[in-house]
């Protein structure tokens, strides 16, 4: 097994430290168990599954449009959540749309790899 520069030890520091503060902030003093959750899973999923890489301009960019995107969806799904056919066809397109989109940059990046 090896880490080079230990970068998984450092995120997975990052993710041990701000995951349980955000979710005793929310919880405790908040008081909102529902935003606790979000903020715990949220903050799992940014720190621990999203890799930017670059200098720490252009990913503090990427983190920050990742919140802004993030924090759209939020509003999209919370509006869409009233009617189940209405989530459902949201979600089918927001998923149509992440997956493109992905699959693109990741060709994209291949293909100036070359």
């Known amino acids: 097994m ?8 450092r995120r ?5 430290i701000v995951v349980p503060v955000l979710f ?22 940014f720190l621990g599954f ?3 890489g670059g200098p720490p301009p252009a990913r503090a960019r990427a983190y920050g ?7 759209m ?7 869409a959540s ?3 056919v209405i989530a459902a066809l949201v979600g089918v397109g927001v998923a149509a ?10 060709t994209s990046a291949r293909r100036s790899a070359r």
């Open 24 to 45: 005793a902030i929310f919880l405790n003093g908040f008081d909102n168990p529902v935003a606790a959750l979000f903020a715990g899973f949220g903050s799992f999923a």
């Open 65 to 71: 449009v990742l919140v802004l995107v993030g924090a």
């Open 97 to 106: 749309v992440a997956r493109s989109r992905g699959s693109s940059a990741a």
């Open 50 to 52: 999203a890799d930017f």
């Open 12 to 16: 997975a520091a990052r993710v041990a």
């Open 73 to 79: 969806l939020v509003v999209v799904g919370t509006l």
């Open 2 to 9: 090896h880490d080079p520069g230990l970068q998984s030890l």
């Open 82 to 84: 009233h009617e189940a």
